[in-house]
C-alpha cells in the first residue's frame, strides 16, 4: 500500500535524504549494478547495459542466458531488523540507527473503504511506499545480492536480471542454474520471495532458432517496457508498437472532428510520439523501423487534414514535428555526447594535426548486427556532428540541432550522412 505521509514528515525526510545519498554515491557504496532510483541513471541506462551484453556475446560468438528475475511485493518484503543490520555495516552511526529504527518499526495503517474505516493493523514488514527514504533504504537492502552472483547484475530496484555468459551451452546451463540457486537463497534469507512462474530466461544466440530451444526459454519477453527477443531484432517489440500506435491513428482521427489542431497536436506528442520515443536508441535503425515511420505519417496527415497521396515532408516542417528519423538521431547524439566513456579519440593514438584527430575511433566488428547497432551508430552519428559539437556549449548545440533537425525531416539514417551540416 501507499503511505500517507504528512508534509512535514516529507520534509524531514527529505532532509535526511540529502545527507544521505551524496555519502552513499560519493564513497561507492552503492552497486554499479543498480539502475533505479539514483540521479543519472533511468531504464534505458539498464536496457543499454543489457543490450551492449548481448552484442559482445554475439561478436565473441558465445551463448548469453538472462533470467529476469520476478520477486513478489519485494517494498513489502524488507525485514527492518536485517536492514538495520545492513545500515551498520554500511557505517551509519549509533544516533542514525536510532532514528531509522524509530521510522520503520510501529508503524500502522488503516484502509477507508466507502466511508468506513477498517481496524488499525500494525506494519510488520517493508519499507514505506509513497515516502522520500523508502526506495533509498530499499537500495541499501538490496545492495549487496550482486556480490553473491557468478554473474552480471542488472538491478533495476526490484527489477533483477542475471546475464551469463560461455561458449558451451551446456556449461551456460550449469553456471545459470547455480546463479538462480545461489540468488534464489539470497532472496530467502532476506525475506523476499521469488516468483517463478514469472521468472523468464532467455537464451540470446545466432545459431539457433526459436522452434530449437529447450522449453524452459522464451523467445522474448517485456524488460524494463521494452520488448527482448533472442537475436535481437526488435521485432517483438515492433509488433508492439505497431499496435498500440495503430489504436492512437484512430483516436487521432476521431479526434480531429472535434477539437482544433492544436489540441490534436498536444495528443500526438502525449499518446503517440511518446510512446516510440522511448528506448528508440537502441532500435531506431532495426529493419522494421520503416513501419513505424508509415505510421507516422498516417498521424501526420490525420493532424493535418491531408490526404493520403499527399507528401509529408512539408507536413512535418509545417507542423514542428520531428520523424522517427530525426528523433532517433537527435536521441542518438546526446546519448554518445553524454557517455564519453564509448569515444577514443583518435588524437589520443598520434599527435598530428589532422583534420579528423578530434573525431572517434570506431573498433572493427564483425557482424553487420553489430554494425547497424546504437554502439556502432552513434560513433558515426559523434563523428559527423563533431566540429559542430566541440565548438558549441551542449545546451546550444541541442538547440541548434533540434531545430536544424525541423528544417531536414529525415526518412533514412543514410539521408543525413549525404546532408551538409554548413548551416546548423
Not at 553473491?148 to 542488472?154: G, L, M, S, V
Not at 540470446?204 to 529447450?214: A, I, W
Request: net charge positive; aromatic share 14%; hydrophobic share 40%.
Amino acid at each position: 500500500p501507499i503511505s500517507v505521509i504528512p508534509v512535514l514528515g516529507k520534509l524531514i525526510e527529505l532532509l535526511v535524504y540529502e545527507q544521505i545519498y551524496p555519502f552513499l554515491e560519493n564513497y561507492n557504496t552503492l552497486n554499479q549494478s543498480q539502475f533505479g532510483f539514483r540521479r543519472g541513471k533511468s531504464t534505458f541506462h539498464a536496457l543499454d547495459n543489457l543490450v551492449r551484453q548481448v552484442h559482445s556475446s554475439f561478436e565473441d560468438k558465445t551463448f548469453a542466458q538472462a533470467t529476469f528475475c520476478d520477486l513478489s511485493k519485494a517494498f513489502d518484503c524488507v525485514d527492518s531488523e536485517i536492514l538495520l543490520k545492513k545500515l551498520t555495516y554500511y557505517g551509519f552511526s549509533d544516533p542514525s540507527l536510532k532514528f531509522f529504527k524509530s521510522y520503520l518499526t510501529n508503524r500502522t495503517q488503516v484502509v477507508n473503504v466507502n466511508g468506513k474505516w477498517s481496524n488499525e493493523v500494525k506494519v510488520e514488514w517493508g519499507v514505506p511506499q509513497g515516502s522520500v527514504l523508502g526506495p533509498l533504504l530499499f537500495l541499501i537492502y538490496i545492495n549487496d545480492l550482486p556480490l553473491y552472483i557468478n554473474a552480471k547484475t542488472i538491478l533495476y530496484a526490484d527489477d533483477t536480471t542475471f546475464i551469463n555468459i560461455n561458449k558451451d551451452i551446456n556449461n551456460l546451463n550449469i553456471l545459470a542454474n547455480e546463479t538462480l540457486k545461489t540468488a534464489s537463497d539470497w532472496f530467502h534469507s532476506n525475506g523476499f520471495l521469488l516468483n517463478a512462474d514469472k521468472t523468464k530466461s532467455i537464451l540470446f544466440n545466432l545459431k539457433l532458432n526459436s522452434n530449437s530451444l529447450p522449453t524452459k526459454f522464451v523467445s522474448s519477453t517485456k524488460f524494463l517496457g521494452v520488448y527482448i527477443d533472442d537475436h535481437l531484432t526488435w521485432s517483438s517489440h515492433m509488433d508492439y508498437l505497431c499496435s498500440r500506435l495503430s489504436r492512437v491513428i484512430y483516436l487521432l482521427k476521431r479526434l480531429q472532428k472535434v477539437v482544433p489542431q492544436n489540441y490534436i497536436r498536444t495528443a500526438y506528442f502525449s499518446y503517440f510520439q511518446s510512446i516510440f520515443r522511448y528506448g528508440l536508441v537502441l532500435f531506431g535503425n532495426c529493419s522494421r523501423i520503416q513501419e513505424l515511420l508509415l505510421l507516422q505519417k498516417k498521424a501526420i496527415r490525420n493532424l493535418s487534414n491531408s490526404g493520403t497521396r499527399d507528401h509529408c515532408k512539408p507536413l512535418f516542417t509545417n507542423l514542428q514535428i520531428q520523424t522517427i528519423i530525426n528523433l532517433y538521431i537527435f536521441d542518438l547524439t546526446i546519448y554518445i555526447c553524454n557517455n564519453p566513456s564509448f569515444l577514443n579519440f583518435r588524437h589520443t593514438f598520434h599527435s598530428y594535426n589532422t583534420r579528423r584527430k578530434n573525431n572517434t575511433e570506431i573498433d572493427f566488428h564483425r557482424l553487420s548486427k553489430t554494425h547497424n547497432s546504437h554502439i556502432v551508430i552513434s560513433l558515426k552519428v559523434y563523428n559527423f556532428f563533431e566540429s559542430k559539437i566541440n565548438s558549441l556549449p551542449f545546451e546550444t548545440f541541442k538547440q541548434k540541432l533540434y531545430l536544424w533537425l525541423l528544417k531536414h525531416p529525415f526518412y533514412c539514417l543514410d539521408d543525413l550522412f549525404q546532408t551538409s551540416i554548413v548551416d546548423l
